[in-house]
């Protein structure tokens, strides 16, 4: 059976494209959808790519994501920096975690260069705009079989 890699997506990205282009770059949520499913049938994988603004929701995909995916790729938005309960799931998670964001947190305030998920993540991808998700379909080469 192919692989499922879910992809989660946190609170305002949904408005990603409008939302600070400065900060955030022109493509939209549904452009980041089309280049990964592109990009995972190449490798003969299928994505699974949701967005909420709701924490409980988050937190029920992850627990979805236990029985069904192989991978998470997650960009929790301003929930990496405040969420235990997003945290929580992820432990329970035994799968790799990659974890991306579309800024570089570093360069910015600095309630951002904390992370609840960082800790529990196999990596960490931020600064490259919506190509993170691209490179983080590609770090998955070597961990998902
Ligand atoms: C973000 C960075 C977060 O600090 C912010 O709250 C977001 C987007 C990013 O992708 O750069 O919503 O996760």
């Not at 990009?39 to 069904?68: M, P, T």
């Not at 579309?102 to 910015?108: E, G, K, P």
């Amino acid at each position: 059976m192919a692989a499922l890699i879910l992809v989660l997506n946190g609170p305002n990205l949904n408005l990603l494209g409008t939302r600070e282009p400065e900060i955030y770059g022109t493509a939209t949520l549904d452009d980041i959808h089309q280049m990964m499913n592109k990009s995972a049938s190449a490798l003969g994988w299928q994505i699974d790519f949701r967005q909420s603004n709701h924490e409980g929701e988050l937190v029920d995909w992850i627990q979805w994501g236990r029985v069904h995916a192989s991978a998470i790729i997650i960009n929790a938005g301003a929930y990496t920096h405040t969420s235990v309960a997003i945290l929580d799931a992820l432990r329970a998670f035994d799968k790799a975690i990659i974890e991306v964001h579309l800024s570089n947190l570093f360069q910015r305030e600095t309630f951002r260069h904390h992370s609840y998920i960082t800790p529990v993540a196999r990596g960490l991808i931020c600064g490259f705009g919506a190509r993170g998700y691209a490179l983080a379909l590609d770090a998955l080469r070597d961990i998902v079989s």
